[in-house]
């Protein structure tokens, strides 16, 4: 597909009125060398969050999209790259070549960045890699920074005075060990390179930042040429095929044969999804459903308000396609994963801005999605609020509990019932595979929602074990899917790890043990509908430690940082025959 082609290329004349106002007129330039690779118009940049194209033009929005931690507070830098487009393969020196039209003149700053490796997004937390950014500044600077891989910020950022604004034709030189800047031809100077493109790939990013006028319109992308420097060889590599080859041995495959349906999920990363092969082969052959990890959350759909951006999310419903793979979207209603501007509202205001989110959220998937989990975690953490009358429910850091109390929840599903009425509806919840108070208020809450009415259809039990003291046995877990069963409403295992810990050969017992013995409770009990862990693999596994850079990964999950079955893989086949 063509720049302009699929969905983009059927945009209205709006469009053009906004790249217009952008400073982005006239098509696009090709390359003028044999051994220049035209980058633009002869690949597809529609699916690059953040953008439109149209006419040989790509035009780059602030989207501003940032990471929170689970508190609340701080704000990573989460831009987003081009996953679904073109990348390229170096065996040696390269120049990269770009025409950014509409920087400079104090309208936030234009960014175009490589990188060597793609960043890895963990449960709210973004592991830098290798890259180089460079752009044009609001006062016109060039400025370039680096990411080395050994943490969060640049390692080196250097700028060079340009006096650029307009239109500017930036180049960056991967020359031996040196990176050499140039503007318009002009050589602005050189930064030392680390290693970044070590590996010989390069992955492209494009940035607008808002600046202090958050209406920006951002700037436009009308040339991007990739040559080959000193002999050395540079392929264009396009995005690969989504479809992947079956077995009659997999998990999915053993799903299939139990006597009513039945599905075994993970949740998936779409990073990983397009830039690792065995993860993208495993994933497409192993499961029947699965969980977007980080996609569909607030922060990553609806970064800023009014603004949304699907693509990740749609290169996710799309792979499930392409592998007859149902999706359960994780989550329209939360605390956690949201934006900094869905808390800074009076009560009216947040109850208008979770009626829209849904609205257009679930709206947008509406025949794509087959689960949603409406509310995420709604109970709290603080145990006074088991006995001191707020009924169990989360109140500290919940905009949604603080606006509307317990109703958040009651609007929150019929808002999603209402958008897409054919969808299961789930509340997702951890902690609530033991007995005690946490239980016992999330039945309550259950069964008050049936009692009014609420299209609740299921409850999602997290099963996190990461530690001794969360392991549970089997058949309490049963009892309360058979609770449930009484209120009509439907279970599902939902994210279950569990980390094995310094002893090896027990720790994988462990494992095993717990993910096949909540496996067997879903298959024996007939309103349990389905298996899902919280990723497949220790090498993308939320539970690396992330204290350390880069993060050790965790041994959490079926498969090792290698991508080799565990004993626990073995155990969850065997429990399908047994079922």
């Given at each position: 597909?063509?720049?302009?082609?699929?969905?983009?290329?059927?945009?209205?004349?709006?469009?053009?009125?906004?790249?217009?106002?952008?400073?982005?007129?006239?098509?696009?330039?090709?390359?003028?060398?044999?051994?220049?690779?035209?980058?633009?118009?002869?690949?597809?940049?529609?699916?690059?969050?953040?953008?439109?194209?149209?006419?040989?033009?790509?035009?780059?929005?602030?989207?501003?999209?940032?990471?929170?931690?689970?508190?609340?507070?701080?704000?990573?830098?989460?831009?987003?790259?081009?996953?679904?487009?073109?990348?390229?393969?170096?065996?040696?020196?390269?120049?990269?070549?770009?025409?950014?039209?509409?920087?400079?003149?104090?309208?936030?700053?234009?960014?175009?960045?490589?990188?060597?490796?793609?960043?890895?997004?963990?449960?709210?937390?973004?592991?830098?890699?290798?890259?180089?950014?460079?752009?044009?500044?609001?006062?016109?600077?060039?400025?370039?920074?680096?990411?080395?891989?050994?943490?969060?910020?640049?390692?080196?950022?250097?700028?060079?005075?340009?006096?650029?604004?307009?239109?500017?034709?930036?180049?960056?030189?991967?020359?031996?060990?040196?990176?050499?800047?140039?503007?318009?031809?002009?050589?602005?100077?050189?930064?030392?390179?680390?290693?970044?493109?070590?590996?010989?790939?390069?992955?492209?990013?494009?940035?607008?930042?808002?600046?202090?006028?958050?209406?920006?319109?951002?700037?436009?992308?009308?040339?991007?040429?990739?040559?080959?420097?000193?002999?050395?060889?540079?392929?264009?590599?396009?995005?690969?095929?989504?479809?992947?080859?079956?077995?009659?041995?997999?998990?999915?495959?053993?799903?299939?044969?139990?006597?009513?349906?039945?599905?075994?999920?993970?949740?998936?990363?779409?990073?990983?999804?397009?830039?690792?092969?065995?993860?993208?082969?495993?994933?497409?052959?192993?499961?029947?459903?699965?969980?977007?990890?980080?996609?569909?959350?607030?922060?990553?759909?609806?970064?800023?308000?009014?603004?949304?951006?699907?693509?990740?999310?749609?290169?996710?419903?799309?792979?499930?396609?392409?592998?007859?793979?149902?999706?359960?979207?994780?989550?329209?209603?939360?605390?956690?994963?949201?934006?900094?501007?869905?808390?800074?509202?009076?009560?009216?205001?947040?109850?208008?801005?979770?009626?829209?989110?849904?609205?257009?959220?679930?709206?947008?998937?509406?025949?794509?999605?087959?689960?949603?989990?409406?509310v995420n975690e709604p109970m709290s953490d603080d145990e006074k609020s088991y006995t001191n009358g707020d009924l169990g429910l989360r109140s500290e850091q919940s905009p949604w509990f603080e606006a509307?109390?317990?109703?958040?929840?009651?609007?929150?599903?019929?808002?999603?019932?209402?958008?897409?009425?054919?969808?299961?509806?789930?509340?997702?919840?951890?902690?609530?595979?033991?007995?005690?108070?946490?239980?016992?208020?999330?039945?309550?809450?259950?069964?008050?929602?049936?009692?009014?009415?609420?299209?609740?259809?299921?409850?999602?039990?997290?099963?996190?074990?990461?530690?001794?003291?969360?392991?549970?046995?089997?058949?309490?877990?049963?009892?309360?899917?058979?609770?449930?069963?009484?209120?009509?409403?439907?279970?599902?295992?939902?994210?279950?790890?569990?980390?094995?810990?310094?002893?090896?050969?027990?720790?994988?017992?462990?494992?095993?043990?717990?993910?096949?013995?909540?496996?067997?409770?879903?298959?024996?009990?007939?309103?349990?509908?389905?298996?899902?862990?919280?990723?497949?693999?220790?090498?993308?596994?939320?539970?690396?430690?992330?204290?350390?850079?880069?993060?050790?990964?965790?041994?959490?999950?079926?498969?090792?940082?290698?991508?080799?079955?565990?004993?626990?893989?073995?155990?969850?086949?065997?429990?399908?025959?047994?079922?």
């Open positions: 597909m063509g720049l302009g082609g699929g969905t983009w290329q059927r945009l209205t004349a709006l469009v053009l009125v906004m790249a217009v106002a952008a400073g982005c007129t006239g098509k696009g330039e090709g390359a003028d060398g044999g051994n220049d690779e035209d980058l633009l118009r002869s690949h597809d940049w529609t699916q690059m969050p953040g953008t439109t194209a149209r006419n040989d033009i790509l035009r780059v929005s602030a989207l501003d999209r940032h990471i929170v931690e689970q508190d609340s507070s701080g704000g990573q830098p989460n831009p987003p790259l081009n996953l679904a487009g073109p990348h390229l393969r170096s065996d040696g020196d390269f120049t990269v070549t770009a025409r950014m039209s509409g920087v400079g003149d104090d309208d936030g700053d234009s960014w175009l960045r490589l990188y060597g490796r793609v960043p890895v997004i963990y449960d709210e937390w973004r592991q830098e890699r290798p890259s180089l950014r460079v752009g044009v500044t609001a006062d016109g600077q060039v400025k370039v920074q680096i990411w080395d891989g050994e943490g969060d910020e640049p390692s080196t950022s250097k700028s060079f005075d340009c006096g650029c604004s307009g239109t500017v034709t930036l180049a960056v030189s991967s020359i031996g060990d040196t990176f050499r800047v140039k503007a318009d031809g002009r050589r602005l100077g050189t930064v030392q390179d680390p290693g970044v493109f070590a590996e010989g790939t390069v992955w492209f990013g494009l940035e607008a930042d808002a600046g202090e006028d958050e209406r920006r319109e951002g700037w436009c992308l009308t040339q991007l040429i990739a040559r080959a420097e000193s002999g050395d060889s540079l392929r264009v590599i396009k995005a690969p095929q989504l479809r992947q080859e079956q077995s009659d041995d997999s998990l999915r495959a053993r799903a299939a044969g139990v006597r009513r349906p039945f599905d075994v999920g993970t949740a998936l990363a779409e990073n990983p999804l397009l830039t690792d092969s065995r993860y993208r082969a495993l994933a497409g052959s192993q499961f029947s459903m699965l969980t977007p990890e980080n996609a569909f959350k607030p922060q990553f759909l609806h970064p800023r308000r009014g603004v949304y951006d699907f693509r990740d999310a749609d290169l996710l419903v799309r792979f499930a396609r392409a592998n007859d793979m149902k999706v359960h979207a994780h989550t329209l209603v939360w605390h956690e994963a949201l934006p900094n501007w869905m808390r800074e509202n009076d009560s009216k205001e947040v109850r208008r801005t979770m009626l829209r989110h849904i609205a257009m959220i679930a709206g947008h998937f509406k025949g794509e999605v087959a689960e949603w989990d409406v509307m109390g317990e109703e958040y929840i009651d609007e929150a599903f019929r808002a999603a019932h209402r958008a897409d009425p054919k969808a299961r509806l789930f509340l997702n919840e951890y902690g609530v595979e033991e007995e005690g108070e946490r239980w016992d208020a999330l039945y309550d809450l259950v069964k008050r929602l049936k009692e009014r009415g609420v299209p609740i259809d299921g409850v999602g039990f997290q099963n996190h074990e990461y530690a001794p003291g969360d392991r549970i046995d089997p058949e309490t877990f049963r009892s309360h899917v058979r609770d449930l069963a009484e209120l009509g409403v439907q279970a599902r295992v939902s994210e279950m790890d569990v980390p094995i810990g310094e002893d090896e050969e027990e720790g994988q017992q462990t494992q095993a043990d717990e993910m096949a013995g909540k496996l067997r409770v879903c298959l024996e009990e007939p309103n349990c509908t389905s298996f899902s862990t919280w990723g497949f693999t220790d090498r993308y596994g939320s539970t690396a430690d992330t204290k350390v850079y880069p993060p050790r990964t965790a041994d959490s999950l079926p498969w090792d940082a290698a991508l080799r079955p565990k004993l626990a893989y073995e155990r969850l086949l065997e429990a399908f025959e047994e079922a």
